[in-house]
């Protein structure tokens, strides 16, 4: 992806969180040179990975293929681990209108996927196998707000507005906007993007980056870069 257009869905997608109400922290309007001067007092804003994140997938088709994130919070490893202490992550993201994130499962994260306003948000469900691995011929058992639902394989739950569906690690699921635009709410366990994302495809997580203009906030892909 072209930083320039990485910038342009930045602004976008800011303009998209406002207007259903909702405002990022101060961190994410820093510029590259500020985040490099508050480096050492936002160490946990860096260590968590929290902050812009824009994925094409590694595939370079962005409408079609792709998602928008912003980690707003993320407890450690370790504290899951000890089963105690900041266990839990939550995030933003935009899904555009037929804008597919494709079928994955993670292995530790639990999440709860939310339509906080906008269009239809689809999720598309498989179960695993005795393995864990994708299972076409099988379905599963999630919650939607709280109640329990049993799916079939490849069948397409369908969140309005304020409706939400949890995921437990070996619901594989992928996910995009029907009728409109997204914007989505993910509160889970603790995240971790760069081990935790397995995919039915053999596809990159995150973008490769063309740097045809400066960036105007950094990604955080861009962290171990711009930071060290």
């Not at 040179?33 to 929290?50: D, H, L, N």
């Not at 393995?131 to 799916?151: H, I, L, P, S």
Request: charged share 25%.
């Amino acid at each position: 992806m072209k930083r320039s257009r990485v910038n342009q869905i930045m602004a976008a997608a800011d303009e998209m969180i406002r207007h259903y109400g909702f405002v990022l922290p101060p961190f994410a309007y820093w510029s590259p040179e500020a985040f490099k001067a508050k480096a050492p007092m936002a160490r946990r804003v860096i260590s968590g990975r929290c902050g812009w994140d824009i994925t094409d997938y590694g595939q370079g088709r962005f409408d079609d293929l792709g998602l928008f994130l912003f980690t707003l919070r993320n407890g450690e490893l370790a504290d899951l681990q000890r089963g105690g202490g900041m266990c839990y992550a939550e995030k933003l993201l935009i899904s555009r209108q037929d804008q597919l994130s494709p079928m994955h499962t993670h292995v530790i994260k639990a999440e709860d996927i939310i339509n906080r306003g906008g269009a239809t948000l689809v999720v598309e469900l498989y179960g695993s196998d005795d393995a864990g691995n994708f299972a076409k011929d099988r379905g599963g058992m999630v919650r939607c707000d709280g109640m329990e639902r049993t799916y079939g394989p490849g069948e397409k739950l369908k969140l309005a507005p304020g409706e939400s569906v949890t995921l437990m690690p070996g619901d594989w699921h992928a996910f995009w906007g029907e009728g409109g635009d997204v914007l989505i709410g993910e509160v889970s366990t603790v995240n971790d993007d760069v081990t935790d994302n397995i995919f039915v495809e053999p596809i990159g997580r995150f973008a490769d980056i063309e740097e045809d203009e400066a960036p105007t906030h950094l990604l955080v892909s861009d962290y171990e870069r711009w930071l060290a």
